[in-house]
């Protein structure tokens, strides 16, 4: 038996990551189970760049939004220079061309009402926070590309809008493998480590 501690928040947003990068920077320090890397969803790259300088000398993957992005948004790299730079200074590994986890759909945006991405997406979200979804899939699409090693325990970090608000503990897998009836290479949720108590549901945004 093993017993730890959860940072809880009133609200989610960004106010509280400051609060999460000293609960990953504690977490970091706790030796069973050793997390491999500490996985941030990011857009611009800003929080990512926060962690990193905290977390340093634990390798950070900054996972930001991919290609299709532009078709959302109409840019694409989203992380800006100069935050890219200071990652790239602090050896932070920068994830932009994974796709989404959880918005992608073969049938296309006329097929997503059915698709049980979104369905697991939409529950994530309520269930748990828009930030712990972001987390998640950070998770998975860092692992997709390499980023992140398959089957090892890395800490996820995700937020609402900006910002971080929650992180995890939680076993790697590829996507394709996130239900798989092989209990050694499913995802696996092993850690709460900062969390809002009430949830904002924003299925429509991707990443914090």
Same mark, same amino acid.
């Given at each position: 038996?093993?017993?730890?501690?959860?940072?809880? &928040?009133?609200?989610?947003?960004?106010?509280?990551?400051?609060?999460?990068?000293?609960?990953?920077?504690?977490?970091?320090?706790?030796?069973?189970?050793?997390?491999?890397?500490?996985?941030?969803?990011?857009?611009?790259?800003?929080?990512?760049?926060? &962690?990193?300088?905290?977390?340093?000398?634990?390798?950070?993957?900054?996972?930001?939004?991919?290609?299709?992005?532009?078709?959302?948004?109409?840019?694409?790299?989203?992380?800006?220079?100069? #935050?890219?730079?200071?990652?790239?200074?602090?050896?932070?590994?920068?994830?932009?061309?994974?796709? #989404?986890?959880?918005?992608?759909?073969?049938?296309?945006?006329?097929?997503?009402?059915?698709?049980?991405?979104?369905?697991?997406?939409?529950?994530?979200?309520?269930?748990?926070?828009?930030?712990?979804?972001?987390?998640?899939?950070?998770?998975?699409?860092?692992?997709?590309?390499?980023?992140?090693?398959?089957?090892?325990?890395?800490?996820?970090?995700?937020?609402?809008?900006?910002?971080?608000?929650?992180?995890?503990?939680?076993?790697?897998?590829?996507?394709?493998?996130?239900?798989?009836?092989?209990?050694?290479?499913?995802?696996?949720?092993?850690?709460?480590?900062?969390?809002?108590?009430?949830?904002?549901?924003?299925?429509?945004?991707?990443?914090?």
């Amino acid at each position: 038996m093993q017993k730890g501690t959860c940072t809880y &928040f009133d609200e989610p947003g960004p106010q509280n990551t400051q609060n999460v990068i000293d609960a990953v920077v504690e977490r970091l320090a706790q030796s069973e189970p050793t997390c491999e890397a500490v996985v941030v969803g990011s857009t611009s790259g800003l929080t990512a760049l926060k &962690f990193a300088r905290a977390v340093t000398p634990a390798k950070l993957v900054c996972v930001s939004e991919p290609p299709s992005y532009a078709e959302v948004e109409g840019r694409w790299p989203t992380v800006q220079e100069r #935050y890219g730079q200071e990652l790239k200074r602090l050896k932070a590994e920068v994830v932009n061309t994974a796709p #989404y986890v959880f918005h992608s759909y073969v049938g296309g945006e006329d097929a997503e009402t059915q698709a049980p991405e979104r369905t697991l997406r939409e529950f994530l979200i309520s269930a748990f926070g828009n930030g712990f979804k972001v987390a998640v899939e950070s998770i998975l699409m860092a692992t997709s590309v390499g980023a992140a090693k398959p089957y090892r325990p890395v800490i996820g970090v995700g937020g609402f809008h900006r910002g971080a608000d929650t992180a995890i503990v939680a076993r790697t897998t590829f996507p394709n493998r996130l239900l798989s009836s092989d209990a050694e290479k499913s995802f696996n949720l092993m850690e709460i480590i900062a969390i809002p108590r009430n949830k904002s549901a924003d299925p429509r945004r991707r990443l914090a």
